[in-house]
T-cell receptor, first 114, second 112 residues
Framework: EPEVTQTPSHQVTQMGQEVILRCVPI?????FYWYRQILGQKVEFLVS????????KSEIFDDQFSVERPDGSNFTLKIRSTKLEDSAMYFC????????????FGSGTQLSVL | DQQVKQNSPSLSVQEGRISILNCDYT??????FLWYKKYPAEGPTFLIS?????DKNEDGRFTVFLNKSAKHLSLHIVPSQPGDSAVYFC???????????FGTGTRLTVIP
């Protein structure tokens, strides 16, 4: 079964550093998402992306965050200057349909900001 | 912001019995509801969904019930199996929205 792939599985960084989290969505999917889960809390929506542009973003997704689809297969989340509170598990997801009918999630990148 | 709530952080059930996981929501604009299952070190996996025009959707051992007036949905697993042990997330979405609102999850343990 096709799957969403995320790399790296763990990322440790110093506060203030830039990180790029990478995702390879399922190949025929058109809608891409980033979610995150802070330890012990709920999974939270960050951003959705379609047709090479952001279609929706949450309050969490401030100017420190950006997303890009640099080629036909990768989908990246960049955090420009990491803060301690950015420590979380970041999930990439993709879908071939609008309206979240069935999202496929990757296994996540655990980001630890020290 | 607790638009979707799962008030039971954990649930233990004997193998073969029914597991009932509950979820409440506050936003009346939500019209699509989903359940995801998550194993450790994996991402959430879609399990079953229901549209607000229905009150029940069944898929094998899994049934989701929706009570719109109470803003409540539940997931029934019967019979429960040890492999069902995981964290179950309830999620909701509104028409035209591009984001899901998740609950905090319920950890189900099925005891052999």
């Amino acid at each position: 079964e096709p799957e969403v792939t995320q790399t790296p599985s763990h990322q440790v960084t110093q506060m203030g550093q830039e990180v790029i989290l990478r995702c390879v969505p399922i190949s025929n999917h058109l809608y891409f998402y980033w979610y995150r889960q802070i330890l012990g809390q709920k999974v939270e929506f960050l951003v959705s992306f379609y047709n090479n542009e952001i279609s929706e973003k949450s309050e969490i997704f401030d100017d420190q965050f950006s997303v890009e689809r640099p080629d036909g297969s990768n989908f990246t989340l960049k955090i420009r200057s990491t803060k301690l509170e950015d420590s979380a598990m970041y999930f990439c997801a993709s879908s071939d349909r609008r309206n979240n009918e069935k999202l496929f999630f990757g296994s996540g990148t655990q980001l630890s900001v020290l | 912001d607790q638009q979707v709530k799962q008030n039971s952080p954990s649930l233990s059930v004997q193998e073969g019995r029914i597991s009932i996981l509950n979820c409440d929501y506050t936003n009346s604009m939500f019209d699509y509801f989903l359940w995801y299952k998550k194993y450790p070190a994996e991402g959430p996996t879609f399990l079953i969904s229901i549209s607000s025009i229905k009150d029940k959707n069944e898929d094998g051992r899994f049934t989701v019930f929706l009570n719109k007036s109470a803003k409540h949905l539940s997931l029934h697993i019967v019979p429960s199996q040890p492999g069902d042990s995981a964290v179950y997330f309830c999620a909701a979405s509104g028409t035209g929205a591009n984001n899901l609102f998740f609950g905090t999850g319920t950890r189900l343990t099925v005891i052999p």
